[in-house]
T-cell receptor, first 112, second 114 residues
């Protein structure tokens, strides 16, 4: 069974700081999705990475997919309180009809 | 376009009872998946329905069941509730047009079993 490990589990930083969260697997990802979940809400998809070495940017967020497709990172530049939330990586299991395997998540708190 | 709607938002039930949760997917989406989210286990896949057929099931006991109607709306049922079933239950819909599919989640139903 694919196991996704996210680190760190918790992160508390001041507004304006940079941060990176990681998602690693023992196996090769077919593709990887990053979600953000705010309290009381469902996860919202931020990005999907498919190709090894791929880099995608979403405003202050930069997503990287490892060359070997076994790891991914999310870097946030100049974090803002609005970035607070649970960041989840997930893999859609190939040929298993929409089944997503999620990491445990990184709980980010950005203090003003 | 309206998002994924889950009802009810909150529910309190007693051990041994059963519960039915409802999910209305985004219009045109034929795939509906259900997930359980708890602080200890995180987000875990329950099952997925596509065109009224269950295509995949997670590692949950038979007390957890679901179905999908011809209009793609889905229901999830949990029978003989246990304290450990307290969780946020999330529904996600997807167009599933091929390739990697984006999942759109509802706000969830917070179930508390007492």
């Amino acid at each position: 069974t694919q196991l996704l490990e996210q680190s760190p589990q918790f992160l508390s930083i001041q507004e304006g700081e940079n941060l990176t969260v990681y998602c690693n697997s023992s196996s090769v990802f077919s593709s990887l999705q990053w979600y953000r979940q705010e309290p009381g809400e469902g996860p919202v998809l931020l990005v999907t990475v498919v190709t090894g070495g791929e880099v995608k940017k979403l405003k202050r967020l930069t997503f990287q997919f490892g060359d070997a497709r076994k790891d991914s990172s999310l870097h946030i530049t100049a974090a803002q309180p609005g970035d607070t939330g649970l960041y989840l990586c997930a893999e859609e299991i190939y040929n298993q009809g929409g089944k997503l395997i999620f990491g445990q998540g990184t709980e980010l708190s950005v203090k003003p | 376009k309206a998002g994924v709607t889950q009802t009810p938002r909150y529910l309190i039930k007693t051990r041994g009872q059963q519960v039915t949760l409802s999910c209305s997917p985004i219009s045109g989406h034929r795939s509906v998946s259900w997930y359980q989210q708890t602080p200890g286990q995180g987000l875990q896949f329950l099952f997925e329905y596509f065109s009224e057929t269950q295509r995949n099931k997670g590692n949950f006991p038979g007390r957890f069941s679901g179905r999908q109607f011809s209009n793609s709306r889905s229901e999830m049922n949990v029978s003989t509730l246990e304290l450990g079933d307290s969780a946020l239950y999330l529904c996600a819909s997807s167009p599933r047009t091929g390739g990697v599919s984006e999942a759109f989640f509802g706000q969830g139903t917070r179930l508390t079993v007492v």
